[in-house]
């Protein structure tokens, strides 16, 4: 099974700030990773797939890079409705895994 | 637009099962592969099982093998989760999803609950 970690699992940031996480798989996945956002009782959001791909929707302020086993979500200039959660997700090899995730709050 | 709705969450017994669905609505829905995702309260995300349009390629996550069946009715735009010999750690919220890719969720309903206790 590939181990998907993220880091860091907190990080605080100022609105308008530049916020960066980032996401290790265990083996290499190609591209097929995965971004995810999700509030408090609410289901998941797809941010990016195939690593950089946006979403249909997502703002442009979200970006995704790399390829293999390291890969990182940018948000460039971050707004009050990005704070919660984030989950990346392998879907290369079964069974397919998310990381811990990396929790955005208000600095 | 994209529409799914689960349903069929509820209490039951560790050894009991439960039936989830999933209507679907606003895109072709044989045209894609479907899924469950699995949240424990206060826990991360897991992949459950996943189904092709055709019903030809399903796979489960080895936490519900043997247990769970995934299936769909492409005339009714619906995607079930049979789930049987339930146990506590299956208590989770259940969600469906259109997958972007196989195995890639993209396109999720709000989420079923499911509460096995004695």
């Known amino acids: 099974e590939i181990v998907m970690t993220q880091s860091p699992a907190t990080l605080s940031v100022s609105p308008g700030e530049r916020a960066t996480l980032s996401c290790r798989a265990s083996?290499?996945?190609?591209?097929?990773l995965g971004w995810y956002q999700q509030k408090p009782g609410q289901a998941p959001r797809l941010l990016i797939y195939?690593?950089?791909t946006r979403a249909t929707g997502v703002p442009a302020r979200f970006s995704g890079s790399g390829s293999g086993t390291e890969f990182t979500l940018t948000i460039s200039s971050l707004q009050s409705e990005d704070f919660g959660l984030y989950y990346c997700?392998?879907?290369?090899?079964?069974?397919?895994?998310f990381g811990p995730g990396t929790k955005v709050d208000i600095k | 637009q994209v529409q799914l709705v689960e349903s069929g969450g509820g209490l039951v017994k560790p050894g009991g099962s439960l039936r989830l669905s999933c209507a679907a609505s606003?895109?072709?829905?044989?045209?894609?592969?479907m899924s469950w995702t699995r949240q424990a309260a206060g826990k991360g995300l897991e992949w459950v099982s996943y189904?092709?349009?055709?019903?030809?390629?399903?796979n489960y996550a080895d936490s519900v093998k043997g247990r769970f069946t995934i299936s769909r009715d492409n005339a009714k735009n619906s995607l079930y989760l049979q789930m049987n010999s339930l146990r506590a750690e299956d208590t989770a919220v259940y969600y469906c999803a259109r997958d972007h890719s196989v195995g890639g969720p993209g396109d999720w309903g709000q989420g079923t609950l499911v509460t096995v206790s004695s």
């Open positions: 997700q392998q879907y290369s090899n079964w069974p397919f895994t």
């Open positions: 083996q290499s996945v190609s591209n097929n």
């Open positions: 195939g690593a950089s």
């Open positions: 606003g895109f072709t829905f044989r045209d894609y592969y």
């Open positions: 189904i092709s349009g055709t019903s030809s390629d399903t």
